[in-house]
């Protein structure tokens, strides 16, 4: 059963198209933001974590939204938030909030016309998510709601790490940070 999980994740990375311009946008606030936020919750958290130690290895100042200690946001901030859902709460609660104090949104999601793209400056779409039968991400883990092979957005975390680190690559190569 594990070769035939590998095979299928392996599978859905070499699927993954994300446009070179959006790319070049995406890293482009990156280099410009005074400070990174990073918000996610459950394995969307993990992974922005993940993000955030990279950042923090390119000497950014980067923080995740649910750390004890985070400073106050300003409109030259950035926020990159990743939900495959794009309507956890509360992402959802914290990207507009975020947006109200003129920070820039960096969304990652599965789905271009989710609640979390309508605060967003910029959009990755990340496939790898099935629209759930309820919005509560606790009750979708209690009742067992996942993809087959893949539990709980597995290939969506997957993929969006695997598309992080190579941002975290370019930016490093690229020298200006």
Known sequence: MWQLVIE?????????NVDEELVTRFE????EA??????GFGESELVGKAFASRLQGLHRDVFVI?????PAMNNKDVMVAISGSGDTEPTLTLTQRAHE???????ITSFSDSPLTNVSDLVIEIPGRI?????????????????????FGALFEISTRIFLE????ELADDGTL
């Open 131 to 151: 629209k759930p039968k309820t919005k509560d991400y606790i009750e979708r883990r209690v009742s067992g709601e996942y993809e087959p092979l893949t539990p």
């Open 8 to 16: 299928e994740i392996i599978s859905h990375v070499r699927c993954i």
């Open 28 to 31: 482009k606030y990156l280099k």
């Open 66 to 70: 649910t750390d004890t200690i985070v």
């Open 101 to 107: 104090i003129g920070a820039s949104i960096l969304s």
């Open 166 to 169: 190579g941002v975290v690559v």
């Open 34 to 39: 005074s400070q990174i936020f990073i918000c």
